[in-house]
């Protein structure tokens, strides 16, 4: 009897050892993804082939933003700290955005919430490629990439 609830549990713990196996695989396939992305879109920003009112914009984290807000404040720069402003406001509107979607993250777990948070963020990049595309000289597609 002992050996047969031993070969049961080795067996469900096995099983379950391969479905851990198979999540964490996808959460470091999808990080990879998710850093590259992040990188792709703060490369393009920042490269000036995209460039608006003549500066280079990083989109991908907060640094940047809060730093170039700084130094236009130093120089007296108001439109220069607005822009840098509304890139603020943007990362701050995407994490809002994202909180709603999924208002109880799981650490390490991804879950069916996940998703449509992966959906509006692609839809936010679309609309800003769509952006880039036919109204090159604004701004607009900038905010939409930070957001997203």
């Not at 050892?17 to 992040?38: C, D, E, P, W, Y």
């Not at 839809?123 to 597609?141: E, K, N, V």
Request: with cysteine.
């Amino acid at each position: 009897r002992s050996l047969r609830n031993f070969l049961a549990t080795a067996a469900s713990s096995g099983h379950d050892n391969r479905k851990m196996l198979r999540q964490n695989i996808f959460v470091i396939l999808a990080g990879t993804a998710l850093a590259f992305n992040s990188g792709y879109i703060n490369g393009c920003c920042l490269s000036g082939v995209l460039k608006a009112c003549g500066t280079g914009v990083p989109v991908a984290a907060f640094t940047g933003a809060y730093t170039k807000a700084g130094l236009a404040i130093g120089a007296g720069d108001r439109a220069g700290l607005a822009a840098h402003a509304k890139m603020i406001l943007s990362f701050m509107g995407g994490a809002a955005l994202s909180g709603w979607m999924n208002p109880r993250p799981v650490p390490h777990r991804i879950t069916p919430r996940h998703g449509p948070t992966f959906l509006a963020g692609s839809g936010l990049l679309f609309l800003s490629s769509w952006l880039a595309a036919t109204r090159p000289a604004g701004r607009a597609f900038l905010y939409l990439a930070a957001a997203a």
